[in-house]
């Protein structure tokens, strides 16, 4: 199989072997949903004690999961099969961040899987499929919540996209979100390439990057602070500047209090806007993830690099989609969109809900966000 790369996607399957299932027939008590291996899930049907069982909501017929395994326990497995060293010289970290435990592991992701998907989503869907159980309730602790950045991330101009990913509280099935602005940049150019996280915090918590070292602060002080209001405190805070040496991810309120479209801002405009990532985040006790700071790469030639760049910019520049980006943004797909009833509004009944509101007339619908 072809990969996206173009190489041959040769995986070992052993790296995409999520736990097995043992199933418990009949009536059940914990003591008889036991195998010989402690590390092995057990599943069993809901005829016994519910308050010890799990019920399962994406079609497991009927069965639901009790006593394990819990995501530690997923993350342990996982991570026998992951490396230790990076293996190609911009290749960053994943940081595993326990939020309840408040404790952070790093590895980093196989070549087999880089080489097909290329990081980002690719990969994040990778951890994903080795640490979730779909049984849960997306807003549980065991499910984690990964972001991830591609392999070009901060490397190439235009390359500047990082995904959000998990089990969605709002369709109840696969979320994934990708959004622009610094965040993904600057988490590449801290040697980080996704960071997983999972558990529950006991407080409203900040996840604070610097140096590419992670550590957890009190998010208190910004519980009930919207997106904007947000960034000005914690620039203040940390003396910094938003695009010169601060990049974020937060909440607002809609994510604080479980909303279940809630999305996760990237900047004054960008949005992981699928899914429910906010309420996933915030079911998490997360307020924000911000990183101060970035670091230069190790390239393999770095003498290339930067005439590389300078000519994919040129290229990319003299397109007709590469000025228009430039001037309006990802909104003048906005027309197109609708002119081809891309774009539902009204359940669909619609195709738009102010008939002149295209790329070239959003600034009075967007405040203090012009730009």
């Known amino acids: 199989m072809k990969g996206f ?32 291996d402690e590390n092995l899930p057990r599943a069993c049907n809901n005829e016994g004690d519910s308050s010890l069982a799990r019920p399962s909501i994406n079609g497991f017929k009927g069965l639901v999961l009790c006593l394990g395994p819990m995501i530690r326990e997923r993350v342990e497995h996982l991570f026998r ?35 097909c998907f290329l990081g980002g989503r690719g990969v994040n869907m990778f951890y994903l499929a080795n640490l979730l159980d ?28 990082g995904n959000l990913t998990s089990w969605s509280p709002d369709s109840r099935v696969l979320m994934d979100s990708n959004a622009g602005d610094y965040f993904a940049s600057f988490l590449k150019l801290n040697g980080i390439d996704h960071i997983v996280m999972y558990g529950r915090a006991a407080q409203p918590t900040l996840l604070y990057v610097k140096g590419g070292e992670l550590e957890f602060r009190d998010g208190t002080p910004y519980v009930g602070l919207d997106n904007l209001d947000m960034r000005e405190r914690v620039a203040k805070d940390l003396n910094g500047r938003w695009g010169g040496d601060l990049a974020m991810i937060n909440i607002g309120r809609s994510g604080e209090n479980g909303v279940r479209v ?31 700071g970035i670091t230069k790469l ?18 990319f520049m003299g397109t007709g989609v590469g000025k228009i980006l430039h001037k309006r943004g990802t909104p003048f797909l906005y027309k197109p969109s609708r002119q081809i009833w891309a774009m539902g509004t009204k359940n669909n009944q619609d195709t738009v809900w102010v008939p002149d509101l295209d790329s070239e007339n959003f600034d009075p619908f967007r405040p203090a966000m012009s730009g």
């Open 81 to 115: 099969r992951l490396a230790t060293e990076p293996q190609f010289k911009t290749q960053g970290r994943t940081l595993f961040v326990d939020l309840e435990r408040r404790e952070v592991r790093d590895a980093y992701a196989p070549r087999s899987v880089v080489d």
């Open 5 to 36: 790369s173009g190489i041959d996607c040769r995986i070992d399957v052993r790296l995409l072997e999520p736990f097995p299932f043992v199933e418990c027939q009949g009536s059940w008590h914990p003591s008889e949903c036991l195998t010989d």
């Open 134 to 161: 779909p049984s849960l309730d997306p807003e549980s602790p065991e499910i984690p919540l990964i972001y991830g950045s591609g392999i070009a991330t901060g490397v190439i101009p235009s390359a500047s996209r």
């Open 298 to 315: 190790e390239y393999a030639a770095p003498e290339l690099i930067p005439k590389k760049n300078r000519e994919i910019a040129v290229q």
């Open 262 to 292: 809630a999305g996760v801002m990237t900047g004054p405009k960008s949005l992981h806007a699928r899914g429910g990532t906010g309420a996933k985040m915030g079911s998490m006790n997360l307020k924000a993830i911000v990183i101060q």
